[in-house]
């Protein structure tokens, strides 16, 4: 794989493409609330995160969301 500082849009779409049945069974407890689900590169660790988007007048039981889907860090943020 490429280093963390050349990932390229192929690369997550492929990673993303790898767990989409994971992050599909996720997604779908959170339906109402959700507004994306996408794979971003995290500022800090310059690593692939999966992030998913939630409208920002909601209040979703984070709880239940896993920490990692398929070796990557899962990461909630509110669309505002």
């Given at each position: 794989?490429t280093?963390?500082?050349?990932?390229?849009?192929?690369?997550?779409?492929?990673?993303?493409?790898?767990?989409?049945?994971?992050?599909?069974?996720?997604?779908?407890d959170?339906?109402s609330q959700?507004?994306?689900?996408?794979?971003?590169?995290?500022?800090?660790?310059?690593?692939?995160?999966?992030?998913?988007?939630?409208?920002d007048?909601?209040?979703?039981?984070?709880?239940?969301?896993?920490?990692?889907?398929?070796?990557?860090?899962?990461?909630?943020?509110?669309?505002?």
């Amino acid at each position: 794989m490429t280093s963390p500082r050349n990932w390229t849009d192929r690369d997550l779409d492929s990673l993303f493409n790898r767990v989409a049945q994971q992050i599909e069974s996720v997604a779908r407890d959170f339906a109402s609330q959700l507004v994306d689900v996408n794979m971003v590169i995290d500022i800090d660790s310059r690593e692939p995160v999966i992030r998913f988007v939630f409208a920002d007048n909601t209040a979703p039981d984070l709880e239940r969301m896993p920490q990692n889907i398929g070796g990557h860090r899962v990461v909630p943020t509110f669309k505002t």
